[in-house]
């Protein structure tokens, strides 16, 4: 497929609840970030209709088998899903594109295929755990057994909709979970045709449910409702704060959160391929426009590699094709609103006038239609307490520090909040353990940047970047509770 045609897009709006859509007054409209035109209408879910929702999935859980059954048939469902998910690439893929920063190209050959291999991933930890033996008195049986929390409330972002959505609902819905789901009110469709998706997977009614609106009035309800027993959110560090406080005042609930980032990405002189590493260092700040948590916004280089490095990064910003996600050939997609690409320039010419030199970029591109499209831009000349460097821009900006030696490095690499990612490249080995060792990060890559097929590895942030793991064991175990048990049996 290699363009579609946007407005031939069938967009179903509403909530889904208890296995079938519940049609609500809409009241937001909901804009093509592509070209700003509305494309449809939002309802906005009240505190009733979030506890419907609460109350469906409760019921849902308490009732249907779905919680009781062999872990091996919930693992069969979800495997079940996931084909139906991948069968329906041609349906989703062009839903995810037409409402989202997701280039169609990108939607069929990794959103949703990768969407449905996470919910294979999880599904296969479904029989594949169990509690612990304790060392009691011999007449005595000491264990402890997981199990579910009971109805989970999830909270996405709108950057990649189904991928961060189902980092959610999977691993939670593996362990036995029923969901309550509220997309971003940026991307709220394509995650409606994943939960109509598993209904027809076998998946019971109300075990997975999706709940339409904004976050001060759905989200929050959502967050605070008595039975929700466990929250699981991805987005701001700001909302993240927000919502850790609402947890805590609305009946001490766990929170799983994935916050915003600011990463680094280090090269020192010896990494193996400039050029290569200078594509890597592009990719990772100008795919998806920027708007990516473990953007690598932070270059910081060793001085005698600095000039050609930039040059490679110049040339591959400059190759980058800025374009409506629905034609086949976008390489750099829009920017979410067209109110962020004004935000995001904000940020860059403030940082200019505070003295930074723009390297390259620094302004709107114009495509046609509304939507706001920013340049790949490079700023040197800058230092940590410059807005640019020190706050998180989400936009194709990445900022330039050079450094002599690797404590200098590891010292601008530091920031004073985040610690989300961060990149290495070296082709020391010892540099290279020094650097994972001491970048105070959740995740760090060396000689590359960005996650690979390997869901086993689990993803979060250290600092104010978040709490807990998506994908991993720990993120399915995350989405349990143990309970301990002592049985007497002395006679
Ligand atoms: P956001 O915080 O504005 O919104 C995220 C979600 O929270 C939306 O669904 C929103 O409606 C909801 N929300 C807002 N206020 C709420 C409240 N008071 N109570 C409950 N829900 C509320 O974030 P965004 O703009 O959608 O996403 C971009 C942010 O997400 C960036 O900071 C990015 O770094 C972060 N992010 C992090 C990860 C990660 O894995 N760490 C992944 C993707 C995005």
């Given at each position: ?233 991805t987005g701001s560090t700001r909302t ?136 790949p831009t490079l700023l040197a000349g ?110």
């Amino acid at each position: 497929m290699d363009r579609i045609h946007p407005d031939a897009v069938n967009v179903r709006s509403g909530h889904y609840i208890g296995g079938a859509y519940i049609d609500d007054q809409a009241a937001m409209e909901v804009r093509r970030p592509s070209d700003g035109k509305a494309y449809a209408g939002l309802p906005v879910a009240d505190e009733a209709m979030v506890d419907r929702a609460v109350q469906d999935a409760w019921n849902a859980f308490k009732t249907s088998d779905w919680a009781q059954r062999a872990p091996r048939e919930r693992a069969r469902v979800m495997r079940r899903w996931a084909e139906l998910i991948e069968a329906d690439a041609a349906n989703l893929a062009p839903l995810e594109t037409v409402g989202s920063t997701r280039p169609i190209r990108d939607a069929l050959a990794w959103d949703v295929p990768f969407t449905a291999e996470g919910i294979r991933f999880f599904a296969e930890f479904a029989d594949k755990h169990g509690g612990d033996v304790a060392a009691t008195r011999t007449d005595t049986l000491g264990m402890t057994i997981a199990e579910p929390y009971g109805v989970i409330g999830a909270i996405a972002p709108w950057n990649f909709p189904l991928v961060m959505a189902s980092w959610k609902i999977a691993p939670a819905l593996a362990a036995g979970n029923a969901v309550v789901l509220k997309p971003s009110e940026l991307t709220p469709f394509s995650v409606l045709r994943l939960a109509e998706l598993a209904v027809q997977a076998g998946m019971p009614p109300g075990i997975f449910n999706v709940v339409q609106g904004d976050g001060a009035v759905t989200g929050d309800a959502l967050v605070r409702h008595p039975k929700i027993a466990k929250v699981t959110f991805t987005g701001s560090t700001r909302t993240g704060t927000a919502i850790m406080a609402a947890c805590a005042h609305s009946g001490t609930k766990p929170v799983t959160l994935e916050l915003g980032g600011k990463s680094p990405q280090v090269v020192f002189g010896d990494a193996p391929d400039l050029d290569r590493t200078a594509r890597t260092i592009a990719g990772a700040i100008a795919g998806n426009a920027g708007q990516v948590c473990v953007a690598g916004s932070r270059l910081i280089v060793q001085r005698g590699a600095a000039d050609r490095l930039v040059s490679g990064i110049v040339a591959a910003f400059a190759a980058l094709k800025a374009g409506h996600t629905w034609e086949g050939d976008t390489t750099l997609p829009p920017i979410i609103r067209a109110s962020d690409a004004l935000r995001i320039d904000g940020i860059v010419q403030r940082t200019v006038a505070a003295g930074a030199s723009l390297v390259c970029g620094g302004r709107l591109l114009q495509v046609a239609g509304e939507g706001g499209y920013y340049e790949p831009t490079l700023l040197a000349g800058v230092h940590g307490e410059m807005e640019a460097v020190h706050d998180e821009i989400f936009g194709p900006v990445l900022t330039l520090q050079v450094f002599d030696d690797e404590e200098e490095a590891l010292a601008l690499a530091d920031h004073p909040s985040y610690g989300l990612a961060a990149g290495v490249h070296t082709a020391d080995l010892g540099r290279a353990l020094r650097c994972v060792r001491r970048i105070e990060a959740g995740t760090v890559w060396v000689n590359r940047y960005g996650r690979s097929n390997d869901f086993v590895i689990p993803t979060g942030g250290y600092k104010r970047s978040g709490l807990g793991k998506d994908l991993g064991r720990q993120a399915f175990e995350a989405n349990l509770r143990f309970k301990s048990v002592l049985i007497d049996f002395a006679g």
